[in-house]
C-alpha cells in the first residue's frame, strides 16, 4: 500500500489523531523550538479497564478488538500503536526494543456464537523499553487491566532544557517545565491550549473554551482536504504508519523471544 501511493503521487494519510490534539501538536512546537533540548528520556501510557471481566466475549462487530484474526494483536496494535507514531513524531526513530506481554484471561466466549469457548490471542498488556536512534530512552506501557482508568493516555519527555507532559484526560492542557527559569520560580507551568497562537485553535472558539476528542478528527481531515487543494504531503502517511507497524511487529517479537530487537526502518 506504501509503495502503491508512494508511485501514484497522491496525498495519503492515516489517522493517527493524537497529532492532532492541540497540547500535543504545540507539544511538537517545543520540541522543534530546542526548548527541551537533548531529549534523554521519554515515557508513554495508555491504560484502560473495559476487559477485566471473563464474562466479556470476543469477536463480533463490538468486540473484534479481542478477536486476534481480526484485530492482529491486542493493546500493542490497538492503543500503543497511537503511542509509538506521537513518539517517533516528537523524538525520532525508535531502533532497538525489549518487551513482555501478558493475556490475562486465556478463552473466552465468542459473541456471535454463544456458549461457545476459543483461545484468546491478543494481548492483554505490553511494555517495552525502547532506544531511540538518537540516544534517548523510552518505556512504553499499555493494559486493558489498570481498574480504574478508562482511557488515560499519557506522555512525558524529559530533555536537558525542559520537560513536557501531557495526558488526554486533561487534553486541552500542557504541562511545561522550563530549566533556564530563575531558580526561586522554578515549577512545572500549565498551558491553556486555548490560544489563537496555539496549533490549531485559530479555526475554533474564543481563547479559554476548550474543543473536544471529535475536534481532533476534524484538525485531522482539515490538514487531508488542504493536502489535496495545495499537493502538500501530510502526516502522518502510510511511510509513517508502516514505520510504527515495524515497530509493533518488533515489540511482538521480542516479547515471544524475551531479546532486545532491532527494528528496522529502512
Known amino acids: 500500500m506504501t509503495e502503491a501511493v508512494e508511485n501514484a503521487g497522491v496525498a495519503n494519510m492515516v489517522w493517527f489523531n493524537y497529532r492532532r490534539v492541540p497540547a500535543i501538536a504545540l507539544a511538537k512546537q517545543l520540541v522543534d523550538e530546542d526548548r527541551v533540548g537533548r531529549v534523554f528520556h521519554y515515557r508513554a501510557k495508555y491504560l484502560q479497564d473495559w476487559t477485566i471481566s471473563p464474562k466479556v466475549p470476543q469477536g463480533g462487530a463490538t468486540l473484534w478488538r479481542l478477536d486476534v484474526d481480526v484485530a492482529g494483536s491486542g493493546v500493542t496494535g490497538d492503543l500503543l500503536a497511537h503511542s509509538i507514531d506521537t513518539a517517533i513524531w516528537l523524538i525520532g526513530p525508535i531502533e532497538s526494543v525489549s518487551a513482555m506481554t501478558e493475556t490475562f484471561i486465556k478463552e473466552r466466549e465468542l459473541q456471535d456464537e454463544p456458549g461457545k469457548m476459543k483461545p484468546v490471542g491478543i494481548d492483554d498488556a505490553c511494555a517495552f523499553l525502547v532506544r531511540f536512534k538518537n540516544g534517548a530512552m523510552g518505556t512504553f506501557e499499555s493494559t486493558r487491566y489498570a481498574r480504574g482508568r478508562k482511557n488515560q493516555n499519557n506522555l512525558e519527555v524529559n530533555g536537558e532544557n525542559g ?20 531558580a526561586h520560580v522554578h515549577g512545572w507551568r500549565t498551558i491553556l491550549v486555548t490560544d489563537f497562537e496555539h496549533p490549531y485553535m485559530d479555526h475554533w472558539w474564543v481563547p479559554g473554551c476548550v474543543i473536544g476528542y471529535e475536534h481532533t478528527f476534524i484538525n485531522a481531515l482539515a490538514d487531508f482536504l488542504k493536502a489535496l487543494e495545495t499537493g502538500e504531503k501530510v502526516q502522518p502517511d502510510f511511510r509513517c504508519a508502516l514505520q510504527t507497524q515495524i515497530v509493533c511487529d518488533a515489540v511482538l517479537d521480542s516479547a515471544k523471544t524475551g531479546q532486545w530487537v532491532k527494528v528496522g526502518l529502512d
Open 163 to 182: 520537560s513536557i507532559f501531557f495526558d488526554l484526560e486533561d487534553a486541552h492542557q500542557l504541562q511545561y517545565f522550563d530549566h533556564s527559569d530563575d
